[in-house]
């Protein structure tokens, strides 16, 4: 598929997806998600692909939001249609076994808040600005908003920045927990990718496993969730990772994992 509102890299074992509508401040319409749908698609079923990094093209913006001008005239069930499209596309992010970094380069609102959220962890640049402004347009959250933002900074503080539509900055962003480090935005993608190398260098069989027992565990109660980690963890010692990284341990030496 030929993108028009992304941009997809690869470097190494690295995919960076940019999203790159710099006219609507990369705003997500129904062919842009359909896009971000294709080529995560295709970053998980890429064997040479073992994380993910999602920004926005330029220095204002990571996204503004869900396009405005498009959803303008949707009827209710088209409304639908394209919240459950945004749904399904961040949900295959967040549920995809590789890791997802959102480097949050600007403006993060409303769907692009979602965007960031359905990553594993945030970086963000300090101009970076969040927020879920959907009630000053007479809307709810459509792409999760409602549900992850909870989960991630409390019920409390994500109720107050759904009713009242705040933006916020990087700092205010970092204290609630929405974001792990705020860097300058010239630093943003190489820190990152910093960040991306150090989980590259580990075992990639265990992060998945990791990043699945982490996801799978917070959706359900603490007994099935220490089960699902005995799960992972009894997994990995089926591994030749397993094996490397604890034999490279006891021979003081780095551990050379082939994710097998
Ligand atoms: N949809 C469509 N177009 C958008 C957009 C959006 N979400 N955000 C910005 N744009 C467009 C503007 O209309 C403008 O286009 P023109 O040049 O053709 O007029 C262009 O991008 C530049 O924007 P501004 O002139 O407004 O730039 P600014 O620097 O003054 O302000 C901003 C930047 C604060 C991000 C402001 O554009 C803004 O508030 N955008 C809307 C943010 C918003 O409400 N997002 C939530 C959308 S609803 C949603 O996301 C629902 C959901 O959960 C699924």
Avoid at 25 to 44: F, G, P, Q
Wanted: glycine letters at 8%; one cysteine or more; hydrophobic letters at 45%.
């Amino acid at each position: 598929m030929a993108y028009e509102n992304i941009i997809l890299e690869k470097e190494e074992k690295l995919a960076v997806l940019y999203i790159n509508r710099p006219k609507a401040m990369n705003a997500l319409n129904k062919e842009t998600l359909l896009e971000i749908k294709d080529a995560v698609t295709a970053i998980k079923d890429d064997p040479t692909v073992e994380l993910l990094i999602i920004t926005g093209s330029g220095d204002k913006s990571f996204v503004a939001g869900a396009d405005i001008a498009f959803m303008q005239n949707l009827s209710a069930m088209e409304a639908r249609e394209f919240g459950a499209l945004g749904q399904k596309v961040f949900r295959l992010i967040e549920a995809m076994e590789k890791p997802a970094i959102a480097a949050v380069n600007g403006f993060a609102l409303g769907g692009g808040c979602e965007l960031a959220m359905c990553c594993d962890f945030r970086i963000a640049a300090s101009n970076a600005k969040f927020g879920q402004p959907e009630v000053g347009l007479g809307i709810t959250p459509g792409f999760g908003g409602t549900q992850r933002l909870p989960r991630l900074v409390g019920s409390g503080m994500a109720k107050q920045l759904l009713y009242t539509a705040d933006v916020i900055n990087a700092d205010e962003a970092f204290r609630i927990g929405l974001v792990n480090k705020v860097v300058q935005p010239e630093e943003l993608l190489s820190e990152v990718k910093k960040i991306a190398g150090r989980i590259l260098s580990k075992g990639q069989l265990a992060v998945r496993l990791s990043k699945a027992a982490a996801n799978e565990g917070m959706q359900t109660d603490i007994d099935r969730a220490m089960s699902i980690e005995a799960d992972a963890f009894g997994l990995c010692f089926a591994t030749q990772d397993q094996k490397e990284g604890m034999t490279a341990f006891l021979e003081k030496r780095k551990a050379n994992f082939i994710s097998k």
